[in-house]
Structures are given as structure tokens and as C-alpha cells.
């Protein structure tokens, strides 16, 4: 099985939101259909804007982990090294 460490932004350089999960094409289709109470339904983040894929779950979770505990500059850098535009990348994954 697969796993997916994964960043949603609100808007470009809005409020980010770091996660894994084992199908990425699912669980951002429920964040942006709101069906995720909490932080991400609160602040309206939506836009999947980046993401790696694991073969591993524990590696999965140890590199959210780590990207949670980066500050806010080291997150944009991580999401513009791949994905200028902050675009969503989530149609292509469909």
C-alpha cells in the first residue's frame, strides 16, 4: 500500500494544513466537499497543493511529523520548489 504526506493551502500563502493519508484523491474530495470537521472546515482549506508519496506508513507519519514542526517559511519553500503557481494539484489526481 501507498501513503500520502500532504499540504492544503486556503488561498496562495493562506493557511496551510499538513496530513497523511492512504488515498490523497479521497481525503482532499472530503475536505473540499467540508466533510472534515475542525481545522480545515474552519479556515477553508481545500486547495491540495503539494504532496509525497510513501511505501511505508510509519515513514509516512514521521515525515508529517517533521514537516509539522518546520515553521511557515520552510513549508512555502517546500510547496514552491514543486508547485510555483500554487496550483491544485488535486484534478490530476482523479
Do not use: C
Not at 517533521?66 to 484534478?91: F, M, T, V, Y
Amino acid at each position: 500500500m501507498i501513503y500520502f504526506v500532504y499540504m492544503l493551502a486556503s488561498q496562495r500563502n493562506g493557511t496551510l494544513y499538513t496530513g497523511v493519508t492512504n488515498d490523497v484523491a479521497r481525503r482532499t474530495g472530503e475536505h473540499k466537499e467540508r466533510q472534515v470537521p475542525g481545522f480545515t472546515k474552519k479556515y477553508g482549506v481545500e486547495i491540495l497543493v503539494w504532496y509525497e508519496i510513501h511505501e511505508d506508513v510509519r515513514t509516512a507519519i514521521e515525515r508529517e511529523k517533521q514537516i509539522k514542526g518546520w515553521d511557515r517559511a520552510w513549508k512555502i519553500r517546500l510547496i514552491e520548489k514543486e508547485n510555483s503557481g500554487w496550483n491544485d494539484l488535486s484534478p490530476g489526481l482523479i
